[in-house]
């Protein structure tokens, strides 16, 4: 079957830097993309990646790797705007997005 | 209005009622989704409509009716609903996901309880 495993929840501290980690068996392959998710509010895009690499946008990285199955969000000078669920997900085979539970991350002073 | 809009926010309803969610999107998309959002589980895909054809039905029960008469509007009709079914529902668009890879926007949901 299709999986996305991401951690449930993480703590961090105000100017820090964090890495949400996300690991997915899925059917194919056509990218990976990160959403946030305020409470209450809708998912909004993050990152896409399709080929191995880092790539960077601003305060906010995400890493891919295809041969491990493997990415990773970095988020850095953490701000208390940052507490929000961070969604991973993979684009399969047929275009279809595959979604991991999302990690939540709590941001202390 | 712009990007993807949703009404009503809040529902709340009994078994025995029904009711529709409505989805609006302002930016010129193809595709559009309904997902069904529950506490710590991944978004679980419902409908997919592509150019107004529905594509995808993720073994959703028939309590759902989705109706998509324009590639702008999309509806989610609910009847004998199950407390179960108690969730967030968002609505999302993309471009042609067939054309490749391509950022889904999301609504800002329909907080449904089924009493």
Not at chain 1, 24 to 42: C, I, K, M, V
Not at chain 2, 35 to 41: E, L, V
Not at chain 2, 88 to 103: H, I, N, V
Request: aromatic letters at 12%; one cysteine or more.
């Amino acid at each position: 079957g299709q999986n996305i495993d991401q951690p449930t929840e993480m703590t961090a501290t105000e100017g820090a830097i964090v890495q949400i980690n996300c690991t997915y068996q899925t059917s194919g392959f056509n990218g990976l993309f990160w959403y946030q998710q305020h409470a209450g509010e809708a998912p909004t895009f993050l990152s896409y990646n399709v080929l191995d690499g880092l790539e960077e946008k601003g305060r906010f990285s995400s890493f891919l790797s295809r041969s491990k199955g493997y990415s990773y969000l970095l988020l850095k000078e953490l701000q208390m705007k940052d507490s929000a669920s961070y969604l991973c997900a993979v684009l399969d085979s047929n275009y279809q997005l595959i979604w991991g539970a999302g990690t939540k991350l709590i941001i202390k002073p | 209005e712009t990007g993807v809009t949703q009404t009503p926010r809040h529902l709340v309803m009994g078994m025995t009622n029904k009711k529709s969610l409505k989805c609006e999107q302002h930016l010129g998309h193809n595709a559009m989704y309904w997902y069904k959002q529950s506490a710590k589980k991944p978004l679980e895909l419902m409908f997919v409509y592509n150019f107004k054809e529905q594509t995808e039905n993720n073994s959703v029960p028939s309590r759902f009716s989705p109706e998509c008469p324009n590639s702008s509007h999309l509806f989610l009709h609910l009847h004998t609903l199950q407390p179960e079914d108690s969730a967030l529902y968002l609505c999302a668009s993309s471009q042609d996901p067939s054309g490749g890879a391509s950022e889904q926007f999301f609504g800002p949901g329909t907080r449904l309880t089924v009493l």
